[in-house]
């Protein structure tokens, strides 16, 4: 294949792209950065009600705070699953996924393109819900680069796990089937609610394997200082599995895997 036209990048299809699927949800706050706030509060709320002043502290810091930033990352992964896998599923179902597929973009395009909508909703949910949290709680952040580049990687790999679910998915129900058998119990079940000093071994061991524990451990680290993990083994582990999952992606564009006609 020769060179295109307009080089090696084609930077304004990127840059249109992306700005379409930040738009998407940025011209529906109220139900993508709006909600979330509520969803964390609630759960804050609930919690501290359900728990109460007199539960022990957890890593040294009361059990809310050490709560705060497992919500926070959940909060973040599950929009940024959102973001990715509802554009291209919604195309797929309306038969316009052909307009996304048409243009002079490459596969790493596309892969960009999308990622960066789920990425900038990440990023945009996790400062609307940390600011009001860490102040009402009376929190600073221990480790603010720490807790940044988790907050970017969990928003970058769940993005790319969303493309893999819409590709994969060929109607609403089995996009919920992916949503309800897989993100959400990788989310619930990854140290968000608790340490994993407190599950038997075995369960411990299994964990360890799950990536959203090390992203949810990375961000808790970042900002109250405290982690079960490395927050060096939670980076490279949170690196690789991005990469793995954005090397799919990207086989599945450039082979239209699910997606061409």
Avoid at 87 to 99: H, P
């Amino acid at each position: 294949m020769g060179a295109r036209r307009f080089g090696r990048v084609n930077w304004l299809g990127l840059w249109t792209l992306s700005q379409r699927e930040i738009m998407r949800f940025v011209v529906v706050w109220s139900q993508t950065l709006a909600a979330p706030l509520a969803t964390a509060a609630l759960f804050l709320g609930v919690f501290a009600l359900a728990i109460g002043p007199d539960r022990e502290t957890v890593m040294g810091v009361p059990f809310i705070q050490f709560l705060a930033p497992g919500i926070l990352m959940m909060t973040v992964i599950q929009n940024a699953f959102a973001n990715t896998s509802s554009s291209i599923l919604i195309s797929k179902v309306q038969g316009n996924i052909v307009d996304t597929l048409m243009p002079p973009l490459s596969p790493l395009e596309l892969l960009l393109g999308y990622t960066a909508g789920g990425v900038v909703r990440g990023l945009l949910v996790a400062l609307l819900v940390a600011g009001p949290m860490l102040a009402v709680l009376g929190m600073g952040v221990a480790h603010p680069v720490w807790a940044l580049v988790f907050v970017m990687l969990g928003s970058a790999f769940l993005s790319a796990l969303g493309i893999v679910a819409a590709i994969f998915a060929n109607k609403f129900d089995q996009m919920a089937a992916i949503t309800n058998f897989i993100v959400t119990p990788l989310s619930f079940l990854s140290g968000t609610f608790y340490s994993i000093e407190r599950l038997p071994p075995a369960m411990q061991t299994v964990t360890h394997f799950n990536p959203v524990f090390y992203l949810i451990d990375g961000v808790r680290y970042g900002i109250i200082g405290q982690s079960d993990s490395s927050p060096w083994l939670g980076l490279a582990v949170c690196s690789a599995s991005t990469a793995a999952v954005m090397g799919l992606c990207w086989y599945w564009f450039r082979t239209g895997y699910r997606m061409k006609p």
